[in-house]
T-cell receptor, first 113, second 112 residues
Framework: ELKVEQNPLFLSMQEGKNYTIYCNYS?????LYWYRQDPGKSLESLFV?????AVKQEGRLMASLDTKARLSTLHITAAVHDLSATYFCAVDAAAGGYQKVTFGTGTKLQVIP | KAGVTQTPRYLIKTRGQQVTLSCSPI?????VSWYQQTPGQGLQFLFE???????NKGNFPGRFSGRQFSNSRSEMNVSTLELGDSALYLCASSSLGRHEQYFGPGTRLTVT
């Protein structure tokens, strides 16, 4: 069974600091997604990573994918309060004859002014 | 372009009843996926429909079913509701496989 592990589960950081969220997964996949969810809201797509070595950046967020290590990272640069949210990675892989998307547990980010 | 819409937004049902949730994808999107989100189990994939056919499914019991219509709108049905079915049900649409999914606001189902 595909396992997707995120760490840390909870991250409290001060504005202006940098940090990285890690997403490890247990099976072969070359599609990985990052989403943001604000409290009580739906999911917002941040990045779609489709190949080994893919790197995408949007504002203060940068995501990368290493399919050989089965690892993706979401790097936050100079955090601001508006980035406070829960971040999910999700892996698209075959499981039991089907393709399915498996989400990580999420990382709740709190940016303190 | 209008986003993904889901109806109803909130629903309260009693154990043993059944419920139908609806999802209208972004215009032109033919793939619709459904997810269940709970505090305990997190986000779990239910199934995906493409061109009126179930293409993929997750590990949920047969009480959970769905369908997709020719206009790509999708419905999800849960029969014989259990307390554990209380959750936020999200649908997502995409245009090419699942490269990028756009999520609807969700339907919050409470089973009492």
């Amino acid at each position: 069974e595909l396992k997707v592990e995120q760490n840390p589960l909870f991250l409290s950081m001060q504005e202006g600091k940098n940090y990285t969220i890690y997403c490890n997964y247990s099976t072969t996949s070359d599609r990985l997604y990052w989403y943001r969810q604000d409290p009580g809201k739906s999911l917002e797509s941040l990045f779609v990573l489709l190949s080994n070595g893919a790197v995408k950046q949007e504002g203060r967020l940068m995501a990368s994918l290493d399919t050989k290590a089965r690892l993706s990272t979401l790097h936050i640069t100079a955090a601001v309060h508006d980035l406070s949210a829960t971040y999910f990675c999700a892996v698209d892989a075959a499981a039991g004859g089907y393709q399915k998307v498996t989400f990580g547990t999420g990382t709740k980010l709190q940016v303190i002014p | 372009k209008a986003g993904v819409t889901q109806t109803p937004r909130y629903l309260i049902k009693t154990r043993g009843q059944q419920v139908t949730l609806s999802c209208s994808p972004i215009s032109g999107h033919r793939s619709v996926s459904w997810y269940q989100q709970t505090p305990g189990q997190g986000l779990q994939f239910l199934f995906e429909y493409f061109s009126e056919t179930q293409r993929n499914k997750g590990n949920f019991p047969g009480r959970f079913s769905g369908r997709q219509f020719s206009n790509s709108r999708s419905e999800m049905n849960v029969s014989t509701l259990e307390l554990g079915d209380s959750a936020l049900y999200l649908c997502a649409s995409s245009s090419l496989g699942r490269h990028e999914q756009y999520f609807g606001p969700g339907t919050r189902l409470t089973v009492t």
